[in-house]
């Protein structure tokens, strides 16, 4: 049921249940600050809302007054359906489901923040919805072929050319193991980000904050996203690695500070 929410009672947080357009429960957890604006928080590739980068975002904006949504993408988490490697657009379909509830409940999403592959899906809602002002585009990937040897050795395509699937051994303890079809890969592989990313209005602020001495994306290729998007600012923590391990407060802090910014703007546009 959209909206279904069961209120916290040591903090402002009320778990909201979204269904996607293809009728799975999406899950998520509601930082409510008692304001109209509210920012989406997204996971990145085999996360979830739990994920340490989302719960310290999301309690930061909340120290900071400003609410947030952070949920689990579909089969990831606690959300309904079945987890796949690709599916980059159905991500940005979940995205589209969150922000409309929001929307019809009479908020304003100010701006949509992703981690990794959330941030791809984010990029690629704004490339197709050009209803959010302000993307957050953590650690995203301008080419979603990086990183895939990284993950899987470099003879992962003579692999999966014999076997059907590569399997994806859980990243910490109490994940799930996961086979990677031809199938998903192929999914991932035909998404042209750059391409994408022309299709993003001009009047949509994106910042891409990336990790100095990220080794799954190199920090070379986020300045691709530059050369594409006329709106758009690149913001390096120098020494970060790809999930910002020990700069989180470098991090936040610059969320909160991009979130602030797009509320000052917007307050003077109505004025």
């Not at 089969?75 to 940005?92: D, I, K, M, T, V």
């Not at 899906?121 to 895939?148: E, Q, W």
């Not at 003879?155 to 303890?173: C, N, P, Q, V």
Request: aromatic content about 8%.
């Amino acid at each position: 049921m959209a909206g279904d929410a069961q209120k916290s009672p040591s903090f402002q947080q009320q778990r909201v249940i979204i269904p996607n357009k293809h009728g799975n429960k999406l899950v998520g957890i509601l930082h409510e600050s008692g304001t109209q604006e509210i920012v989406i928080l997204c996971h990145g590739l085999r996360a979830n809302k739990e994920n340490f980068i989302m719960t310290n975002l999301a309690a930061v904006l909340e120290n900071a007054g400003i609410s947030s949504f952070r949920f689990d993408f579909t089969g990831n988490g606690e959300s309904e359906g079945s987890f796949e490697f690709g599916s980059y657009w159905r991500e940005a379909e979940d995205i589209r489901a969150v922000a409309q509830h929001f929307q019809e409940t009479n908020r304003t999403v100010i701006a949509i923040v992703g981690h990794s592959k959330g941030a791809n899906a984010a990029l690629l809602y704004a490339s197709k919805y050009h209803d959010i002002k302000t993307i957050v585009n953590l650690s995203g990937s301008p080419d979603l072929k990086i990183g895939l040897e990284y993950r899987f050795g470099k003879d992962f395509m003579e692999r999966l050319r014999k076997e059907g699937f590569i399997e994806l051994k859980a990243e910490s303890a109490g994940g799930i193991d996961h086979r990677v079809t031809g199938e998903s890969l192929k999914d991932r592989l035909n998404i042209i980000m750059l391409e994408e990313c022309l299709y993003i209005d001009k009047e949509c602020r994106v910042f891409t904050v990336h990790g100095g001495t990220d080794t799954i994306i190199p920090v070379v290729a986020a300045v691709e996203f530059g050369k594409v998007l006329p709106n758009h600012k690149l913001h390096i923590i120098e020494g970060a690695d790809h999930v910002y391990t020990d700069h989180q407060a470098e991090l936040a802090s610059f969320v909160v500070h991009v979130i602030k910014e797009t509320l000052q703007m917007d307050l003077l546009n109505a004025s």
